[in-house]
């Protein structure tokens, strides 16, 4: 009986097993079993959450990808470099695209609409771009030197600074981006960029090797026009796909000679003041030699006519008389005797004469004299009176 009671605990951990052991029983929970349980709800929910939130990144990924291009430019999608599409089909025009973000695909656009601008200074002086803001030009120094400063080489063998900056507009994007690429060589725009770079390098160097010093300087629009010749000529060799708009020009001699040019440069306006002078002055002794040249050609053809047609008409007129002097002569000759009386009559003054017959019986000569010049009257002149006695006095000593 003491034994019942001295282990109590005992008893009721073996009845415990007992009833742990009994059929149908529910187990047991331990403090383990929990402890698992919990780690697999919380693994559970972390990968909900892993699944939503990887979810969401894919949307993300996705939608990072919708692109778009506008009305002023055009696109191209270079996946790993690549473009995709073939033919101009690889241009996506105006409106909404897709790709794959970066860096599966590239977006490269290309603004087909607005100007473009590439600047050439390897004909200009070295300066800075804060010089330029200011216009201030740097230290020119006792000489030029070549590491530093860019020229150009003239026709006849002398330097000259030049620098020009073209404007151009894409015309045709395709050529534009492909045309000279090389395989899978997309670097496109940049590339095309250095090639109308190129392409204006070289216009500069072409052209002033084809100027004097003295034509450059002085024909600066012939200069710029034969630039811009050459340009387009390399463009459209290449087939680079844009369209020259304009272009700015500077041009000048070698600084460290400036005065020397400046001296030339009024001596020769000098000289084509004197020459205009001197071409003016001849001119004006030309043109009025000319005048008077054809005044006189003019007056001798005038002349020369007038003769030709009095010869003419006086031509006529004896061949008209020539039947009635044929017919008789005698009567003709009369005739012209008796009109050219009557010509000579013809108001004429005559002053008639009676002269009576010479006492020997001869004939008298006749003779008339027509249209006598009048006489003119004389005037008598008073006679004149001294004024004094003393005066005539004197007169009569």
């Known amino acids: 009986m003491s034994d019942n009671h001295d282990h109590p605990e005992h008893e009721q951990g073996h009845e415990h097993d007992h009833d742990a052991s009994e059929p149908g029983a529910p187990a047991p929970v331990t403090a383990e079993d929990a402890g698992s349980q919990a780690l697999s709800e919380a693994l559970k929910s972390s990968f909900a959450i892993i699944k939503i939130v990887m979810v969401i990144l894919v949307i993300v990924f996705l939608c990072s990808g919708i692109f778009t291009v506008s009305s002023q430019e055009v696109a191209v999608i270079l996946r790993f470099g690549k473009p995709i599409g073939g033919g101009a089909g690889r241009l996506l025009r105006p409106g909404l695209h897709w790709s794959f973000p970066y860096p599966?695909?590239?977006?490269?656009?290309?603004?087909?609409?607005?100007?473009?601008?590439?600047?050439?200074?390897?004909?200009?002086?070295?300066?800075?771009?804060?010089l330029e803001a200011a216009q201030t030009e740097p230290d020119p120094g006792p000489s030029l030197n070549p590491a530093s400063d860019g020229y150009t080489l003239t026709a006849d063998g002398n330097i000259i600074h030049v620098r020009?900056?073209?404007?151009?507009?894409?015309?045709?994007?395709?050529?534009?981006?492909f045309n000279f690429a090389s395989g899978t060589n997309l670097n496109l725009f940049t590339?095309?960029?250095?090639?109308?770079?190129?392409?204006?390098?070289?216009a500069l160097f072409?052209?002033?090797?084809?100027?004097?010093?003295d034509k450059a300087l002085g024909d600066r629009t012939g200069f710029k026009e034969k630039l811009l010749a050459r340009v387009n000529q390399l463009i459209e060799e290449q087939g680079l796909g844009v369209a020259v708009e304009t272009s700015n020009l500077d041009l000048i001699a070698p600084r460290q000679v400036k005065d020397k040019f400046k001296e030339v440069d009024a001596a020769q306006q000098d000289w084509s003041n004197a020459r205009d002078t001197a071409r003016g002055y001849a001119n004006e002794i030309v043109n009025r030699a000319h005048g008077e040249a054809s005044a006189l050609v003019n007056a001798g053809e005038t002349a020369r006519n007038q003769l030709l047609q009095a010869v003419e008409a006086?031509?006529?007129?004896?061949?008209?008389?020539?039947?009635?002097?044929?017919?008789?002569?005698?009567l003709y000759l009369q005739r012209l005797q008796i009109e050219a009386f009557q010509r000579l009559m013809t108001n004429a003054q005559v002053e008639k004469w009676f002269i009576p017959d010479r006492a020997d019986g001869k004939s008298r000569e006749l003779r008339l004299q027509l249209s006598r010049e009048p006489q003119k009257p004389t005037v008598k002149e008073p006679e004149k009176t001294d004024a004094t006695p003393m005066t005539r006095d004197v007169r009569r000593r």
């Open 191 to 202: 590339g095309s960029s250095n090639l109308i770079q190129n392409a204006l390098n070289n």
């Open 314 to 330: 006086e031509a006529r007129y004896l061949s008209d008389q020539l039947p009635y002097y044929n017919r008789d002569p005698k």
């Open 104 to 130: 599966i695909d590239e977006i490269v656009k290309i603004p087909i609409g607005q100007i473009q601008t590439v600047t050439s200074t390897v004909g200009w002086y070295a300066t800075l771009p804060e």
């Open 164 to 177: 020009s900056t073209l404007q151009y507009r894409i015309n045709d994007p395709f050529r534009y981006a």
């Open 206 to 213: 072409h052209t002033s090797a084809h100027y004097t010093v």
